[in-house]
């Protein structure tokens, strides 16, 4: 037994030798600029010792991963928790199928400074925070793109796009900016996998990372509306124009003010005005 925790540990120093002597980089959706470009001179981490690396730049942008400047060898990334908290230590994943990691309340650092610590697994970003979060409808039908014509609305955590021109059959998911954070297929091998169909408009996802968990749709080719729900994460596609988008961004919990613009839990006998979406209206609460 003593043999074998001896063994053991000296597996654990090669490999934590190993990692200190690997050099790296920072890559994602946006780092200096670059898109996913691999070994980047002005994105390679500073070794400082001790399994500590550092790396001082202009811009990172959400949805970022950390390797050797190749495919093959370590990949940082997250795991199933995926959003990385400014200024506080993110425990990553060395897998190949680790997600990207997202940033939980912006979407990019102006001047970021990232510390990875090989020792202890930890990613830890400081910088000025940027930019809020947007969402977006995509599939193989636009080619997975992220950009202003396949944006979604965002309504008290309901998202709406309208209009999507789709073909007959393909994948899909919604995507936040930089690829974040994504709403897709998690079903197991066990479970029948989410699809979207003539029969069956309406279904629920799960968050998904990586490039999996895309999700199949075999629908009549024409233009739709998409729904989807941030908190039950139901998605519901409807014929454009139908009206069932619009109503979905209206059953969300109404809010009331009164005259002086003051919220309201409870309304008693007084005159309101009633927001529920962009909606708002003036009602009378006769008790």
Known sequence: MKKFFF?????????????QDVTY???????????????????????????????????????????DGTW?????????????????????????????????DCTGVNNPKVVLDVENSTITVTGEKVGAYEYFFTGDFNEWALNDDNKMEEVDGILTIKNVTLPEAGE????STGWAKQYGNNASDEEEPIEISPEVL????????????????TLVAGEYDVT?????????????GSGVAAIAAENVEAVYYNLQGVKVANPV??????????????VVVAE
């Open 172 to 175: 899909f998911k919604i995507a």
């Open 202 to 217: 309406t279904t629920t996802l799960g968050e998904v990372g990586g490039e999996g968990g895309a999700c199949t749709f």
């Open 25 to 67: 980089y920072i890559i994602g959706s946006n780092v200096n600029g670059h898109d996913w470009s691999l070994a980047q001179e002005d994105c390679k981490f500073e070794a400082k010792g001790d399994g500590i690396f550092e790396w001082n730049g202009e811009f990172l942008g959400t949805g970022f991963k950390i390797n």
């Open 72 to 104: 093959g060898g370590p990949n940082f990334g997250a795991g199933e928790v995926t959003e990385l908290t400014i200024g506080e230590p993110f425990s990553y994943i060395n897998d190949g199928g680790s997600g990207n990691i997202g940033f939980e």
């Open 269 to 282: 006998k007084g005159i309101y005005v009633k927001v529920a979406g962009k909606k708002a209206t003036k």
């Open 228 to 240: 989807f729900d941030m908190d039950t994460y139901e998605i519901t596609f409807a014929p454009a």
């Open 7 to 19: 063994m053991a540990a000296i597996a654990a120093t090669a490999l934590s030798a190993n990692a």
